[in-house]
């Protein structure tokens, strides 16, 4: 079980949305589509920057964790 990490959560939504964006944005995360708007574009307006080598990989291990529960949650196809 994943616990509260504000920088872990940014990245976990990141590259998720890296991974399985479609035209740009996530249409599953249910904030994208009342907002229509990307994930990145709410991290942004958080100030959040991701360090450019960012990827599933290089998660801490509770930032894996909070990405596998989002592709659970938003039932996205396991790679």
Same mark, same amino acid.
């Given at each position: 079980?994943?616990?509260?990490?504000?920088?872990? #959560?940014?990245?976990?939504?990141?590259? @998720? $949305?890296?991974? &399985?964006?479609? *035209? *740009?944005?996530?249409r599953?995360?249910?904030?994208?589509?009342? +907002? +229509?708007?990307?994930?990145?574009?709410?991290?942004? %307006?958080?100030?959040?920057?991701?360090? %450019? !080598?960012?990827? &599933?990989?290089? @998660?801490t291990?509770? *930032?894996? $964790? #909070? &990405?596998? !529960?989002? #592709?659970? %949650?938003?039932? @996205?196809?396991?790679?």
């Amino acid at each position: 079980m994943p616990h509260f990490d504000r920088f872990d #959560i940014c990245e976990a939504h990141a590259v @998720l $949305e890296w991974d &399985y964006n479609l *035209g *740009g944005w996530l249409r599953e995360r249910p904030s994208n589509q009342k +907002r +229509r708007e990307a994930t990145a574009v709410q991290l942004n %307006r958080m100030q959040f920057k991701p360090q %450019r !080598d960012l990827s &599933y990989e290089t @998660l801490t291990e509770n *930032g894996r $964790e #909070i &990405y596998d !529960d989002l #592709i659970e %949650r938003f039932k @996205l196809p396991k790679d």
